[in-house]
């Protein structure tokens, strides 16, 4: 599912371990290992003597590099991150392994890395398919969008444009994944405030007229935020129903496109059509609890312009009270309660 903040599209998604201290082959540990240094020079040797029964079979270096690659992705899918991460590292240091395994080696161990939020050491491992001469044009486009959404997580949304660019110009390159980096590339213009060239990048999915439709629900989304922050209200308000009307949008863009189109008609002094829309986002089934907070809380500073507090403290009591709401979205809510609350009365001195 396209998240429109955004996580990497993976090759393989795995976790890996937090190590801290030496061991005897640094270039085959993990960063982090709850492993104790007995127990990791245990397991390298056990892939150390894997390589060499492999080598007495007279395995020829190629096919080594495959199973070392093929045995990395089932130890990382059955949660055996460190076995992985050895498996990978012993293939990327290999003296003549093929470039193609090489690379799709790094790209893997760079995604571990990232997902366990390492992006530094991510980037330096998509770099370097990157920089490789002969590595896979598949592969160095995956890797260019890996990277581009690191930095981007990163906030360096200069890197992450230039990333998202190359991925937009490689030829005959995954339609998909060009989709994808011109959605993020329009959304790192957006952090930028580049309304301009945000609104390009998410108008030339939405015109290809073949992009899925949860990529199409997010490029109107992000174009009709666009569309606000640029001033363009009526713009924005047309996005934003075209993502809402859009048949098997997910339910996320669909909730936050309602948050948004309501909080555009209440900036117009349109009261009764934004009450409507914070009302749907509200009772819309699966919604995520951040979403519907928020149409809580907008929907209690309406009541409170309507100078109906009854109803408004009735609302963000309900943001209080509920779970997995970002703390900002509750803090607001206390705030407004708190206003609403009347004045603690004062004792008056008793007369002598």
Same mark, same amino acid.
């Given at each position: ?136 044009? &598949?592969? @160095?486009?995956? *890797? #260019?969008?890996?990277? /581009? +959404? !690191? %930095? =981007? $997580? ?97 339910? &996320?863009? @669909?909730?936050? *496109? #309602?948050?948004?189109? /309501? +909080? !555009? %008609? =209440? $900036? ?85």
């Amino acid at each position: 599912m396209f998240c429109r903040h955004g996580t990497l599209t993976l090759v393989v998604s795995f976790f890996l371990v937090v190590w801290g201290g030496d061991v005897l082959r640094a270039d085959l540990t993990p960063p982090g290992s709850t492993k104790t240094k007995q127990e990791m020079r245990d397991i390298i040797k056990g892939e150390e003597d894997f390589v060499a029964s492999l080598r007495a079979k007279e395995i020829d270096t190629a096919g080594i590099a495959e199973q070392l690659l093929n045995r990395g992705v089932s130890y990382g899918l059955d949660g055996d991150t460190i076995r992985a991460y050895i498996d990978y590292t012993m293939l990327i240091e290999m003296k003549d392994a093929p470039a193609q395994q090489v690379a799709l080696a790094l790209l893997v161990r760079g995604t571990a890395f990232s997902e366990s939020g390492d992006d530094t050491r991510a980037i330096a491992d998509f770099s370097r398919v990157i920089d490789m001469e002969d590595a896979p044009v &598949e592969t @160095v486009g995956q *890797a #260019l969008f890996n990277r /581009g +959404t !690191a %930095y =981007r $997580k990163a906030a360096d949304h200069q890197r992450a444009i230039a990333d998202f660019a190359k991925v937009i110009g490689i030829k005959d390159f995954s339609i998909r994944q060009v989709i994808d980096a011109l959605i993020y590339r329009g959304l790192s213009y957006e952090q930028l405030k580049d309304t301009t060239n945000a609104v390009a990048d998410f108008t030339r999915v939405i015109d290809m007229g073949y992009a899925p439709v949860e990529k199409l629900a997010v490029a109107y989304l992000s174009r009709g935020v666009s569309f606000d922050h640029g001033g363009d209200a009526a713009s924005a308000i047309a996005d934003y129903t075209r993502a809402i009307e859009l048949k098997n949008a997910q339910v &996320e863009v @669909v909730a936050e *496109a #309602l948050v948004h189109r /309501g +909080t !555009a %008609y =209440r $900036k117009g002094g349109d009261k009764t059509r934004a009450m409507a829309d914070y009302a749907q986002a509200i009772e819309l089934s699966n919604a995520p609890a951040a979403w519907v907070a928020q149409a809580l809380v907008a929907r209690g500073l309406l009541y409170e312009e309507e100078k109906d507090p009854t109803r408004a403290t009735a609302d963000y009591t309900k943001v209080i009270e509920m779970p997995d709401v970002p703390a900002n979205v509750k803090q607001e809510a206390q705030s407004s309660l708190d206003k609403l609350k009347p004045p603690a009365a004062t004792s008056q001195p008793a007369a002598k």
